[in-house]
């Protein structure tokens, strides 16, 4: 009787320790899946942060591109004043910066969100971004340039200006192109 009280025992015991065994695993992947999910779900709203990043810096710069010949054409006849007479301009032309972040691109590649998007277009986000850092890279060059030497010698204060409106006409059309671009992709996402 003890031997075929196990017999029947040992099949009962395997079919319960099987089912114990795929019910732990089939909880596993279900909390995987919905990690995932998850995951997906905020690399999504990350990277419309992006979006919405790159939508708002696009309008800093289209605002500001169309008054750069204005800066332009001030700069020039201010350091014309200097020159010519001698004197530092009383009045400078209003000089206009535009406010470019980057606070969302870095906390998705920070996040890992980027990992989500294909090569191909990860590359034109990166892209657009690289322009946006050559726009802002004017600002720097004129905070820490032109702040120092603008009473020791105001026609290289005034040149620093001129300079970095030629650099803008150049860097953000491009930079607009380059942002649209990444726009348009993060959209049709």
């Known amino acids: 009787m003890k031997m075929s009280l196990r017999r029947l025992k040992l099949p009962r015991l395997l079919v319960e320790s099987a089912a114990i065994f795929f019910s732990v695993l089939l909880a596993f992947v279900v909390e995987q899946w919905r990690e995932d999910i998850n995951e997906r779900r905020e690399a999504e709203a990350i990277l419309n942060l992006v979006r919405a990043e790159l939508v708002q810096n696009l309008a800093e710069l289209e605002a500001i591109v169309p008054k750069r010949e204005a800066m332009l054409a001030g700069y020039q006849a201010a350091i014309m004043t ?44 990166a892209r657009a971004y690289e322009a946006l850092e050559e726009v802002r ?14 009473f020791n010698d105001g026609e290289q204060y005034l040149s620093g200006f001129i300079y970095y409106i030629n650099r803008a006409i150049g860097n953000e059309p491009v930079a607009i192109e380059l942002v649209r671009e990444a726009i348009e992709m993060l959209e049709s996402r």
Request: proline share 7%; glycine share 4%; aromatic share 6%.
């Open 137 to 150: 890279r004017n600002d720097t060059f004129l905070n820490e340039r032109n702040a120092q030497i603008r």
């Open 82 to 125: 200097l020159r010519n007479e001698g004197v530092f301009p009383s009045e400078l032309p209003d000089f206009e910066s535009p406010d470019i972040t980057s606070l969302a691109y870095e906390l998705a590649t920070d996040a890992g969100a980027v990992t989500t998007v294909a090569p191909a277009d990860l590359l034109v986000v």
